[in-house]
């Protein structure tokens, strides 16, 4: 069955770096548009960045310059690289299938910005 599995969360203060990774299985990585979305308590899933089959990348406004989508291919791994974190970036992230927050996702991975 289709899994996702996030990891590389943790606490950061605000102008650090994380990188987080989604192991993926049970379905044709290579041929799926693969996206990062973010929650926090009492929030809607806010998506965040996408790429698509050919690696065209897509950032919300609020990410924009700050965070790098990226995949490989060869070993079924989607990343976000997030760069110049701030506290409102603060957020449990999940990696998901297509193009919206509405596709399966993982369980997400916890993102603590504080000094």
């Given amino acids: 069955q289709v899994q996702l599995v996030e990891s590389g969360g943790g606490s950061v203060q605000p102008g650090g770096s994380l990188r987080l990774s989604c192991l993926a299985s049970g379905f044709i990585f290579s041929t ?15 998506w965040v960045s996408g790429i698509s089959v050919s690696g065209t990348t897509y950032y919300a406004d609020a990410v924009k310059g700050r965070f790098t989508i990226s995949r490989d291919n060869n070993k079924n791994t989607l990343f976000l690289q997030m760069n110049s974190v701030k506290p409102e970036d603060t957020a449990v992230y999940y990696c998901l299938i297509g193009r919206t927050v509405r596709g399966p996702r993982g369980r997400g991975t916890q993102v603590n910005v504080s000094s």
């Fill in 32 to 46: 799926s548009h693969m996206s990062w979305a973010r929650q926090v308590p009492g929030e809607e899933l806010e």
